[in-house]
C-alpha cells in the first residue's frame, strides 16, 4: 500500500497568499526529495534532503526535514500564478528504489 | 539533443494490439524507470533496469513487457491491455538506481485503450 502521504490533496490560495504541504512517511527515510509537476507536465527535481531538521531555501520556497527523519514540508511564501501544479515528495523504500507521495495540487488564483 | 526523450507522446490502441513505448536518455546515467500515472494513483514505480538489468518489478501485470538494450534506451511493450491501462507512462533515469538518486523525467507518454 501507500508509504507516503501528503496532505493536503488539493488547494486553492489567492495569488499572493501563503502556501504549505505536508508529507508523511511510514518509516524513517534516508533522504527525501520534492519534485513540481506543472498542468499536462512532467515531475521536475526540486531539492533533495539528507539530514534531520535540515532547512532548505529556495527563493519563496522553504523544505524542511523533521527531525525523525518521517515527514516534510514545503512551504511557499507569497505565491505567484507560476506555482501551480502538483507537488510531490518521494522518499526510497523497501528495495531502495524511490516511491513518490499522493502529491498536493496547487492552484493559485490571481 | 539532451535529457530524456520519450516517444510517442501520445498513443491510441485497441485491446487487441501491439505497440511499444520508448524512452531515450541522453545524460550517460545508468539506471532507466517506467512509473505510471494515472487519475486515480499517484506515480507508481512499474521497472528499474540499473546498468541493462532489471532490479525492479512492481507486481506489473504481464502484458507490460519492458526491455533495456543498452544503458540510454528503455522500451515498454504493450499487448493485450485493458482499459484501465490508460494512464501517463513516465520514463525517468538516474546516476545510480539507489533511492538516494534523483530522477530526471521525460515528457511521457500519454496511453488511451479503447
Known amino acids: 500500500g501507500q508509504q507516503v502521504m501528503q496532505i493536503p490533496q488539493y488547494q486553492h490560495v489567492q495569488e499572493g497568499e501563503d502556501f504549505t504541504t505536508y508529507c508523511n512517511s511510514s518509516t524513517t527515510l534516508s533522504n527525501i526529495q520534492w519534485y513540481k509537476q506543472r498542468p499536462g507536465g512532467h515531475p521536475v527535481f526540486l531539492i533533495q534532503l539528507v539530514k534531520s531538521g535540515e532547512v532548505k531555501k529556495q527563493k519563496r520556497l522553504t523544505f524542511q526535514f523533521g527531525e525523525a527523519k518521517k515527514n516534510s514540508s514545503l512551504h511557499i511564501t507569497a505565491t505567484q500564478t507560476t506555482d501551480v501544479g502538483t507537488y510531490f515528495c518521494?522518499?526510497?523504500?523497501?528495495?531502495?528504489?524511490?516511491?513518490f507521495g499522493t502529491g498536493t495540487r496547487l492552484q493559485v488564483f490571481p | 539533443e539532451t535529457g530524456v526523450t520519450q516517444t510517442p507522446r501520445h498513443l491510441v490502441m485497441g485491446m487487441t494490439n501491439k505497440k511499444s513505448l520508448k524512452c531515450e536518455q541522453h545524460l550517460g546515467h545508468n539506471a532507466m524507470y517506467w512509473y505510471k500515472q494515472s487519475a486515480k494513483k499517484p506515480l507508481e514505480l512499474m521497472f528499474v533496469?540499473?546498468?541493462?538489468?532489471?532490479?525492479e518489478n512492481n507486481s506489473v501485470p504481464s502484458r507490460f513487457s519492458p526491455e533495456c538494450p543498452n544503458s540510454s534506451h528503455l522500451f515498454l511493450h504493450l499487448h493485450t491491455l485493458q482499459p484501465e491501462d490508460s494512464a501517463l507512462y513516465l520514463c525517468a533515469s538516474s546516476q545510480g538506481a539507489s533511492g538516494a538518486n534523483v530522477l530526471t523525467f521525460g515528457a511521457g507518454s500519454r496511453l488511451t485503450v479503447l
Open positions: 533496469y540499473s546498468l541493462e538489468e532489471r532490479v
Open positions: 518521494a522518499g526510497p523504500y523497501n528495495t531502495d528504489k524511490l516511491i
